[in-house]
């Protein structure tokens, strides 16, 4: 019998990289006496710990997380594969509770959690291995100029440090004619629970200073040591994300530490950016200020009277 969950309501709890997501997740969590479901793709990892900002061992205690180093950076994960583990884990959450609360900053699986996710046309492989060349020929820096150039607004939101997202990128607009807003916009999902969704707002310099502290609390955890631990595997694509490219750039001898530091910083800072309008283009996120728990807590009781 098909469980019947109109009643049911998911909160997302969303927006930039040291908003406060964790903290106030876990707090209406604790309120509704529900799970979180983490769509923070750094963190589904569990090799990787300070570098992605994963949740502390008594946060992770304090109430059940779902997809927190459950896979290994050895792993393909994708969001269409999230997806269908992420609604599996949101129908056994709905049969004892009224609400559950998904968390995280990557606005590619939250969507596909929410909307549903569609993957790329089929092709003969010539594009994707002219794609792999550009990367191989040009880096990064070739695959957003790419991008940018075939779809600039998607290449504006989208995670610059992931060449394989980039790619992937690039192939769909290539392979259909269409941009990642034409592809998507007729092939939304409609779920059978309700959904309320929530960006944290913060200052932006306020925001700034925030990062480049976590930044600099992270290298006093051991941040290069878990970078050096990981060393022989740096070229795999979950490596080449903020916080550890920029040290093995130091590793290797391209960096100095301190500029390294400071790259981390800046690059941080830029995603920041790019996920701030991602969550402002959605407009069906509700911008509440930061700290702002009785808020949040009234609005979402309120979507239900």
Do not use: C
Not at 53 to 67: D, M, N, Q, V, Y
Not at 111 to 122: D, I, Q, R, S, T
Not at 268 to 275: D, F, H, I, L
Request: glycine share 6%; proline share 2%; net charge neutral.
């Amino acid at each position: 019998m098909t469980q019947n969950t109109s009643n049911k309501t998911l909160i997302v709890v969303g927006g930039p990289t040291a908003s406060g997501k964790t903290a106030l997740g876990i707090s209406i969590a604790q309120h509704f006496n529900t799970d979180i479901v983490s769509a923070d793709s750094r963190q589904f990892y569990s090799e990787l710990n300070i570098g992605v900002a994963r949740p502390s061992e008594g946060e992770l205690s304090a109430i059940k997380h779902h997809f927190i180093a459950h896979k290994s950076i050895h792993d393909y994960y994708s969001a269409g594969e999230f997806e269908r583990d992420a609604i599996k884990v949101l129908n056994k959450i709905f049969v004892t509770n009224d609400y559950a609360v998904m968390v995280g900053g990557s606005g590619l699986f939250i969507n596909a959690v929410l909307h549903g996710f569609h993957e790329a046309p089929k092709d003969d492989g010539s594009v994707r291995k002219a794609a792999d060349q550009l990367y191989k020929r040009e880096g990064i820096d070739g695959l957003v100029k790419r991008l940018t150039s075939v779809d600039p607004d998607h290449a504006a939101v989208i995670d610059r440090q992931n060449p394989q997202r980039l790619m992937r990128a690039i192939e769909r607009v290539e392979i259909s004619g269409k941009t990642h807003q034409q592809l998507t916009q007729n092939e939304i999902t409609k779920r059978a629970f309700n959904i309320v969704e929530i960006a944290i707002e913060d200052e932006r310099k306020a925001l700034y200073e925030r990062i480049n502290q976590r930044v600099d609390q992270m290298m006093e955890m051991g941040l290069l040591k878990e970078v050096k631990s990981l060393v022989p595997y740096k070229d795999l694509n979950a490596l080449k994300t903020v916080g550890y490219a920029e040290l093995f750039e130091y590793l290797d001898g391209e960096l100095t530490l301190e500029e390294a530091v400071e790259k981390i910083k800046q690059n941080t800072r830029r995603y920041a950016k790019r996920q701030i309008t991602w969550f402002k283009n959605k407009t069906e996120s509700v911008w509440i200020p930061r700290d702002a728990f009785d808020k949040v807590v009234a609005f979402i009781e309120g979507t239900r009277s």
